[in-house]
């Protein structure tokens, strides 16, 4: 579900937030939030916030188990991971955990001679749209990206 909180009086609306906490209370999974970047956001100046680059883009399930293609949406590794994999440090060899409990950790070594990696939940697209007339109008890459990661051809 792709939305953006409005501005009312001076202030966020708080919709999106009430919508989350309805859909959860109507069963449905929060699984994911991913941003929309608008890279070429319209210029311009309030007197207490700054223009909208991005918006929210919701992910509800019914149920854990989804329909998940990740490697249809992988990214080149980008020039970073040539100087930053050459010279790998004892504890880039390991499972390095989190300090802090949370259970993340990470092995550097397991990206050492890939050419692609897993995108993050932040896509940078245009505001390119042939219906200039929607005042919501969207980029196509927006839904393509999201049938890509969610189906399968045929589906």
């Not at 897993?118 to 969207?138: G, R, W």
């Amino acid at each position: 579900l792709n939305i953006k909180e409005g501005v009312s009086e001076g202030q966020r609306e708080t919709y999106v937030l009430e919508l989350i906490l309805e859909m959860k209370k109507q069963g449905w999974l929060w699984t994911e939030e991913y941003i929309w970047h608008k890279r070429n956001s319209y210029p311009g100046k309030w007197p207490n916030r700054f223009r909208d680059a991005w918006e929210h883009c919701l992910q509800f399930n019914k149920q854990r188990k989804f329909s998940m293609y990740q490697e249809s949406v992988m990214v080149p590794m980008g020039e970073w991971a040539k100087a930053r994999l050459k010279n790998l440090s004892e504890t880039d060899k390991r499972r390095d955990e989190s300090r802090v409990g949370s259970g993340f950790g990470k092995r550097i070594s397991n990206w050492v001679g890939r050419r692609m990696a897993y995108p993050d939940n932040v896509l940078h697209l245009a505001t390119e749209s042939a219906n200039k007339n929607h005042s919501a109008a969207f980029p196509t890459a927006l839904p393509e990206w999201f049938i890509k990661l969610f189906t399968k051809p045929g589906d």
